[in-house]
């Protein structure tokens, strides 16, 4: 079965630290993983999207990075801002077989940032 | 360009009543998705349109939910009648390809259902 693991389930940083965020993942076959970020009240927003072949890939202050070896990915977020309270969840592409997406979902981790 | 819209925003019903949810998605985008995401977990599919055709349907409680999308372009969700574990935020989401690696999913706000 396709399954979706991030950690931690929550955390609590003070603005300016940096973090990470980790997602294990048991897809396949795989396609493409995705970090979504969700704040409250909207609907998720992509930050980043890597293939087979990407090992790293930034969006300003948010660097993912993949080990398709070890199916592992994270999100390090430096500098932190209040504004980066939200829930960040991981998004693993199966090939597309039967037509469907095959997208498996993580339950996310919850990001507060403190002042 | 606009995103996707979902109406209402929120909405409270008493269990045993029905109630209907709507959303247009982004212009252009042949593949609809309506989710589920109860507090605290990431959203599950419930259904995946391609144009007006159902592509996955799997997911849905089909005794109680129903969807359609009957023009290829805004779509509705219903629940007939409405159970206390159906409280949670329905996101509406759509994209360009099927089959494309890139197929990136835009989200609406949601909606969220609070079933007393």
């Known amino acids: 079965k396709n399954q979706v693991e991030q950690s931690p389930q929550s955390l609590i940083i003070l603005e300016g630290k940096n973090c990470t965020l980790q997602c294990n993942y048991t897809v396949s076959p795989f396609s493409n993983l995705r970090w979504y970020k969700q704040d409250t009240g909207r609907g998720p927003v992509s930050l980043t999207i890597m293939t087979f072949s990407e090992n790293t890939k930034s969006n300003g202050r948010y660097t993912a990075t993949l080990d398709a070896d070890t199916k592992q990915s994270s999100l390090h977020i430096t500098a932190s801002q209040l504004s980066d309270s939200a829930s960040y969840i991981c998004?693993?592409?199966?090939?597309?077989?039967?037509?469907?997406?095959?997208?498996?979902f993580g339950k996310g981790t919850h990001l507060i940032i403190q002042p | 360009e606009a995103g996707v819209a979902q109406s209402p925003r929120y909405k409270i019903i008493e269990k045993r009543q029905s109630v209907a949810f709507w959303c247009n998605p982004i212009s252009g985008h042949a593949t609809l998705y309506w989710y589920q995401q109860i507090l605290g977990q990431g959203p599950k599919l419930l259904i995946q349109f391609q144009n007006n055709g159902v592509v996955d349907d799997s997911q849905l409680p089909k005794d109680r939910f129903s969807a359609e999308r009957l023009k290829g372009v805004d779509s509705t969700l219903k629940i007939q009648p409405a159970k206390l574990e159906d409280s949670a935020v329905y996101l509406c989401a759509s994209s360009l390809n099927l089959r494309g690696e890139d197929n990136e999913q835009f989200f609406g706000p949601g909606t969220r259902l609070t079933v007393l």
């Open positions: 998004v693993v592409s199966a090939r597309p077989g039967g037509g469907a997406d095959g997208l498996t």
